[in-house]
């Protein structure tokens, strides 16, 4: 079975400040994937970053990058010079590899950017 | 269309009355994945497609759960005899068939049983 943490029900950042949201998770699958989805008032998950467990580098896009630590199950986003629009929930998920698994989710952190 | 597509966006049903949930994935995509989201909650996996065939529906909380994809196209997820606890919202995604692909999902159904 997959388990995914969240310890930060919620988070309030200043506007450009750089922002960590944690994530522990626990499987005993070798092969795994770990997601990043940004939930806004709207309601729709919009994804933001994926880790492979085998790659060597963390992964990054754009603003987002994740912390990976293999040993530690630990996954935290990490998001640079924030912006008012960054403000929604956001929730870490896994899913078994290879193939298309379900994803299993964390509770998720509420953030806001105060201006 | 562009993204994930589901109808309606909300509704309101009285105990008792069955209701069904229509979720339009993304063109080619051939997983589609339904999950439920209770108020302050993660999403919770209910049941998955690849194409038309039902591969997993571990997640139906009851018998009253049902979902189909009859065409590998377009879903359904029925709810009959609806009850307050399955007041959530239902959220729709689809992905590629690759292990590095994200889900891409829609902007749910919000059902509210009264």
């Known amino acids: 079975a997959q388990k995914i943490t969240q310890t930060q029900p919620g988070m309030f950042v200043q506007e450009k400040e750089a922002v960590t949201l944690d994530c522990t998770y626990d499987?005993?699958?070798?092969?795994?994937?770990l997601f990043w989805y940004k939930q806004p008032s709207s309601g729709e998950m919009i994804f933001l970053i994926y880790q492979g467990s085998y790659d060597e580098q963390n992964a990054t896009e754009g603003r987002y990058s994740l912390n990976f630590q293999k040993a530690r199950k630990s996954a935290n986003l990490v998001i640079s010079a924030s912006q008012l629009g960054d403000s929604a929930m956001y929730f870490c998920a896994m899913r078994k590899n290879p193939g298309n698994e379900k994803l299993t989710f964390g509770t998720g952190t509420r953030l806001t950017i105060i201006p | 269309g562009a993204g994930v597509s589901q109808s309606p966006r909300y509704k309101v049903a009285k105990r008792g009355q069955d209701v069904a949930l229509r979720c339009d994935p993304i063109?080619?995509?051939?997983?589609l994945f339904w999950y439920q989201q209770a108020l302050g909650q993660g999403p919770e996996f209910l049941t998955y497609?690849?194409?038309?065939?039902?591969?997993?529906k571990s997640g139906l909380p009851s018998d009253r759960f049902f979902a189909e994809r009859p065409e590998g196209s377009v879903s359904t997820l029925k709810i009959q005899r609806t009850q307050q606890e399955d007041s959530a919202v239902y959220l729709c995604?689809?992905?590629?068939?690759?292990?590095?692909?994200?889900?891409?999902f829609g902007q749910g159904t919000r059902l509210t049983v009264v």
């Open positions: 995604a689809s992905s590629l068939e690759t292990s590095r692909s994200e889900a891409f």
């Open positions: 063109s080619g995509h051939v997983s």
């Open positions: 497609f690849q194409n038309e065939a039902q591969l997993d």
């Open positions: 499987t005993s699958d070798q092969s795994y994937g």
